[in-house]
């Protein structure tokens, strides 16, 4: 993680105490050096503080600047941590085009080599800061940074504006190249015509440590040759297609051994996932198990409990039944001893009719 993570956010362009920019290029310079993803929170708050300040023009200027791409965002890192390379670039591409010019064959020869291990190098100290900064470089990302390099190389108009840091986009060698075209990859109004970059660091302190190597030493040149005729001329675009043939190639075996860490490192992460998941299925299976085997302890459970009410319902119904039959014996016997009272008092009653009638007719004897 780069200092610019590590530290904790206490500066930046929407910050009240920080001075406010005089100029569009001192604005632009601020903006393009920091991270991309800020730009733009980064510049609103920016042309606020400039507007409430008064200076409405410069507001209006500022909030024209636009995002950089993620190419160009790379190439203004570069032009800021390697201030020695980029600005050779222009001394290089000056080199390139007079023993051209000049047909020096061998010099011409040894520049190229030069040229391409000089791409090579800052490409791959570009991937370095992307990757330090989790910035997705793709490769439409690397092809935009190639040709802005090589841009640089072929016309000192961008190798300016490449060295100023300002650039919103990339940068093509060809036709249109020079202030037209030039302009229009350029965020700010630097064009590198200033006497080398600031050296103030980035806002917050985010200024990355140097990293610079050593600037190597432009080749001596060589006086012309002379005898340097058609034969030479052939052997010389047999040898540079060659080169660049090889260059092709080892740049394909490159993005292929990318692409294969790439599909690597997603087979892994999925079987990781996949394993993840049968173990937390697993886990899933063994807490299902055991509520299961609970569950069917508690089924047993009731289940005795349900027997042990039909049994004791059943011995009930068995003496609620008893009790029922005795019932109704004993309604029984009552009723039939109700009945044979009742025939002993007609009977007494009788008889006790029959008496007084013995006793009158007793009576009426006397």
Do not use: C
């Not at 040898?239 to 043939?245: A, K, N, T, V």
């Not at 459970?301 to 059943?314: F, H, I, K, L, N």
């Amino acid at each position: 993680m780069s200092p610019a993570q590590d530290a904790p956010p206490e500066a930046g362009p929407a910050d009240a105490d920080e001075e406010l920019p005089t100029s569009l290029e001192d604005a632009a310079d601020l903006l393009y050096g920091i991270e991309r993803e800020e730009f733009i929170p980064h510049r609103d708050a920016l042309v606020k503080r400039v507007r409430k300040a008064g200076d409405r023009e410069l507001a209006g200027e500022i909030g024209a600047l636009r995002k950089p791409s993620v190419a160009a965002w790379v190439a203004n890192r570069l032009a800021r941590e390697f201030p020695d390379e980029i600005g050779g670039l222009e001394e290089l591409g000056g080199s390139l085009r007079e023993a051209q010019e000049k047909l020096e064959g061998d010099a011409l020869r040894q520049l190229s080599r030069q040229r391409h291990g000089l791409i090579n190098a800052l490409v791959e100290r570009g991937r370095r800061i992307a990757r330090e900064e989790a910035v997705r470089l793709g490769d439409p990302a690397i092809r935009e940074l190639e040709r802005t390099i090589g841009a640089a190389l072929a016309d000192p108009t961008a190798a300016r504006a490449l060295a100023g840091g300002q650039l919103a986009g990339g940068m093509e060698a060809g036709p249109g190249l020079g202030d037209g075209g030039i302009s229009a990859a350029l965020g700010g109004p630097a064009s590198g015509a200033r006497a080398g970059r600031a050296t103030r660091p980035a806002p917050g302190g985010t200024r990355r440590p140097d990293r610079r190597p050593s600037r190597p030493a432009a080749p001596a040149r060589e006086e012309p040759d002379e005898d340097l005729d058609d034969e030479d001329d052939d052997a010389l675009d047999v040898r540079d297609d060659r080169e660049s043939r090889d260059q092709e190639d080892r740049e394909r075996a490159e993005q292929e051994e990318r692409e294969r860490a790439e599909r690597e490192r997603r087979e892994r992460e999925e079987r990781e996932r996949a394993q993840r998941a049968a173990e937390e299925a697993r886990t899933r299976a063994d807490a299902a198990d055991d509520a299961a085997r609970r569950a069917g302890e508690d089924a047993d459970a009731a289940s005795a409990e349900a027997e042990d009410a039909d049994a004791t319902v059943s011995d009930l119904r068995a003496r609620l039944a008893a009790a029922e039959d005795a019932r109704r014996g004993a309604w029984d016997r009552a009723d039939t001893a109700a009945r044979e009272r009742d025939t002993r008092r007609r009977e007494a009653e009788r008889a006790r009719e029959d008496a007084e009638s013995a006793e009158r007719h007793a009576r009426s004897l006397d």
